[in-house]
């Protein structure tokens, strides 16, 4: 397996999500800043063609996204429904479990997209697994109670004040 070094302790290697992932070198602490998200904003109008672009992007606020650079780690970190780790303010990347050397560093998708028309199918074959990935009004309650403690606040606000949360995805996806 071919490895490559993204800081002194992150690298890209293969993972059982996706081709690649991010991991750590290192132990991780729960809530140890893991590394910063660096990028280029982008504003865009939420629509349907519009969510099918840029995958590594994460949700800033209402219509803008930070598109990472091509070194940043968050370009290589997958989605899974049972995540080690969240975008929080800073942007940057923080452990919400103790990681261990060599595991995947994960998040979940969700806790940085509020645009009704993103989604995403998964596969990440965690019991928990939500097979299709929506934006964050349409996490469970309960999830949303324990992500948003640790999310971005400009994303948060503009969940409420869009009232994203009368969008019915059904109509969309059956
Ligand atoms: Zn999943």
């Known amino acids: 397996m071919s490895i490559k070094w993204l800081t002194d302790t ?10 690649v992932g991010i991991f750590s070198s290192l132990p991780i602490l729960t809530g140890e800043t893991i590394y ?8 865009a109008e ?16 209402k219509e803008v996204w930070l598109d990472p650079d091509p070194t940043n780690p968050m ?4 989605h899974s429904c049972e995540p080690n780790a969240i975008v929080t303010s800073g942007p940057q990347v923080m452990a919400l479990k103790p990681i261990c050397p060599h595991e995947e560093i994960v998040m979940d998708y969700s806790t940085t997209e509020i645009d009704p028309y993103w989604s995403m199918p998964c596969n990440c074959n965690n019991h928990s697994c939500r097979q299709l990935i929506l934006p964050y009004q349409f996490l469970p309650v309960e999830l949303r109670r324990l992500c948003r403690v640790y999310m971005l606040e400009t994303l948060l606000a503009d969940v409420i004040s869009e009232n994203a949360l009368t969008f019915n995805p059904a109509v969309r996806y059956e």
């Open 10 to 19: 992150i690298y890209v290697g293969t993972s059982t999500i996706d081709k």
């Open 36 to 43: 910063h998200v660096i990028g280029q904003l982008v504003t």
């Open 46 to 61: 939420f629509s349907e063609q519009f969510a099918k672009m840029g995958p590594n992007w994460i949700g800033m606020s």
């Open 75 to 78: 370009t290589f970190m997958n």
